[in-house]
């Protein structure tokens, strides 16, 4: 079977959620780490990622302070409509 | 069973962001599974695959373990010894002996001279041993690609005096 150099940088952008969320089946799973197993990018965007899901998930609504909450509302709505 | 692991920073575990127990002290799991639970590890000639991954560890493995292609599951391990031996140097070491390999195969078949080259731009050990393993499936097919992955994995016990 090959694993590993089956899978791109990009679909490995798309799959990191589900990866983290265990929604991949073992195959998709295999194929994923053995791909974050050489490629230096991938590997500090899955760090990054992971420790992002780890930290915003400690917060609640009322961390936020008002102003950054207007801010990245304005930032993703602007996004949504292609501005940003 | 002595084999090895790699680790982030701090011995978190790249994908279960497990944090191991210092040295000598045992982590179990109550099932093993491939890529689901359990304690994952490699053998010698898994290491090229997962160099990526952190710093090396010998790790001692105990209970039920499970060979799998390109890694080993059980159900206990504990950390004997970090590889200190596995350094900046001898990693870039490692990087360049895959690059005069590469650089090697291209001077015999000129179609690779494209993939020799990248191989001894990248300044990642990781990516060398892939690309590396890729060029050498260019020239001689998939067993082409094995024994490349066996070849640099004997440069890291070499280097590195690892145990069998």
């Known amino acids: 079977m090959r694993l590993g150099r089956d899978i791109v940088c990009s679909q490995i952008v798309e799959l990191v959620t589900d990866y983290l969320e265990g929604a991949l089946s073992i195959e998709e799973r295999e194929r994923f780490e053995e791909h974050i197993g050489f490629c230096d990018w991938c590997l500090t965007y899955f760090d990054q990622t992971r420790d992002t899901i780890a930290t915003v998930g400690t917060l609640r609504e009322g961390d936020v302070p008002a102003d950054l909450e207007d801010r990245l509302l304005t930032t993703f709505r602007n996004w949504k409509e292609g501005a940003a | ?164």
């Open chain 2, 1 to 164: 069973m002595i084999a090895y692991k790699f680790l982030r920073p701090g011995r978190i575990g790249p994908f279960s962001g497990t944090q191991w127990p210092a040295p000598g002290v045992w982590l179990e799991s109550e099932a093993v599974a491939v890529c689901a639970t359990g304690v994952h590890a490699c053998r010698i000639g898994d290491l090229p695959f997962w160099l990526g991954l952190g710093d090396l560890w010998e790790i001692e493995l105990d209970g039920q373990i499970e060979e799998d292609a390109r890694k080993l599951v059980a159900s206990c391990g504990r950390l004997v010894r970090r590889v200190e031996e596995w350094s900046p140097a001898s990693a870039d070491a490692f990087r360049a002996a895959c690059a005069a390999e590469a650089l090697r195969r291209a001077q015999l078949n000129p179609d690779l001279a494209g993939i020799a080259r990248d191989v001894g731009l990248t300044g990642s050990p990781s990516m060398a041993a892939f690309m590396g393993a890729r060029t050498a499936e260019l020239d001689e097919g998939p067993s082409g690609y094995e024994a490349e992955r066996i070849r640099q994995a004997e440069w890291l016990a070499g280097a590195l005096h690892l145990k069998h």
